[in-house]
């Protein structure tokens, strides 16, 4: 499941993230109906919450971020808003929870979904320059099934250097994909250019492949460019990416060869035609 929206941190010391998220919810509700939105708490520690509020439909204005929430699992509860404080003392009776996701009506009433699931949230933001780092370490370890392609390290994304990186992170967005104890196991990158959006370096941690996570990648990115014409590229050797580019609405348009080795597929979706 994959919750997309605005997302801020909330104090929890003396309970204050009460007050705090309704005003924030009030914010909100100066812009969309009640009735349109969603809201998702998650991510407790001992002195924060996360909290992000989105859309029953659609994507929010502002949107920053997107939470890979279990797809099983969830308790539905439905009342009155009035009464929301005593629908979760009863629901927190049977232990704390993993998250949670609310909705309101203007009739007054309410539908919580709920779950203690352990299984962890990951989530896609913007990388800040201080993540890049990391995210070539990834590069490295998640091109290596590429390098074996051809029997060779001798491939780009493994020669790439933290300075070019850090120059495609300020003329582009490079987004990250996070766990829940902070690790980055995804990434995907991109840069607008006459009104082409170019994608590349979608990469996920080889222990977290096969799972959604590289398509979730990719269809992040493509929001941050809404309307305009992605294109991107692959070796012709690399049918799985293929396959993955095809399903998301990908068609192939070009092929370049560099040498008698390596041929590069070029793809492109254009939703505008």
Known sequence: MLFTG????????????????????????????????RGLGYNWTADTIEYVIGLTDGIIEGADCTVILPDDGW??????TADLGSIYDDVYKDGA???????????GSCRILYTRNPAGYKKICKASEGDLDEILRLQYLAYQSEAA?????DIPPLKQT??????????????????????????????????TAYIGKLMVHPDHRGCGLGSALLSEIERYYSGLRYELFTSTRSKDNIRLYQ??????????????ELVFVYLEKDEGK
């Not at 010391?13 to 349109?36: H, L, M, P, V």
């Not at 308790?75 to 009155?80: L, N, S």
């Not at 929870?97 to 009739?107: G, H, K, Q, V």
């Not at 990186?165 to 995907?188: F, H």
């Open 162 to 195: 933290i300075e070019e990186v850090t120059d495609e992170y300020l003329s582009g967005t490079i987004l990250k994909m996070v766990t829940e104890d902070g690790r980055i196991i995804g990434s995907v990158r991109a840069h607008a250019q006459s009104g």
């Open 247 to 260: 399903k998301a609405g990908y068609e192939i348009f070009d092929q370049r060869s560099v040498d008698d």
């Open 149 to 153: 392609l051809f029997g060779t390290d």
């Open 75 to 80: 308790t539905e509860v439905r009342g009155k």
């Open 97 to 107: 929870l993993s998250y949670e996701i609310e909705t309101f009506a203007a009739d």
């Open 6 to 37: 605005i997302t801020r941190t909330f104090s929890t010391k003396n309970e204050q993230q009460y007050e705090t998220i309704g005003a924030f919810w009030a914010e909100i509700e100066s812009k969309y109906d009640c009735s349109r939105l």
